[in-house]
């Protein structure tokens, strides 16, 4: 059974910078792994995602240039470095990992529906 822990999140002003880990377990039939986050009102959206053989990435528009999702396979973690942070970046995050064919779908975009998920990790942007 997959697992998946984040860890990272906190409260910074605008401009700074936060990194979200995400630790997981039983990751045999784990091929992609992506951050997602919702806003307050709002519906969760994909921010990132990454192949976990390869390394292929994969971002939203409103974060390209400013969050890098990265990896450490021996430790079985992704990081998400969130530089330039903006007010709406506000939201609880979360990862999720998911099989390269899953569903119907192949692939690790984070338009792409993700299986397994962690609890979240609360991350506060003030102006």
């Known amino acids: 059974q997959v697992q998946l822990v984040e860890s990272g999140g906190g409260s910074v002003q605008a401009g700074g910078s936060l990194r979200l880990s995400c630790s997981g377990s039983?990751?045999?039939?784990?091929?992609?792994v992506g951050w997602f986050r919702r806003a307050p009102g709002n519906e969760r959206e994909g921010v990132a995602a990454?192949?976990?053989?390869?390394?292929?990435?994969y971002y939203v528009d409103s974060v390209e240039g400013r969050f890098t999702i990265s990896q450490d396979n021996a430790k079985n973690t992704v990081y998400l470095q969130m530089n330039s942070l903006k007010p709406e970046d506000t939201g609880m995050y979360y990862c999720a990992a998911r099989s390269l064919w899953d569903g119907g779908q192949f692939g690790c975009s984070y338009r792409l529906s993700y299986k397994y998920w962690g609890q979240g990790t609360q991350v506060t942007v003030s102006p």
């Open positions: 039983g990751y045999s039939s784990v091929d992609c």
């Open positions: 990454i192949a976990v053989a390869g390394g292929s990435t």
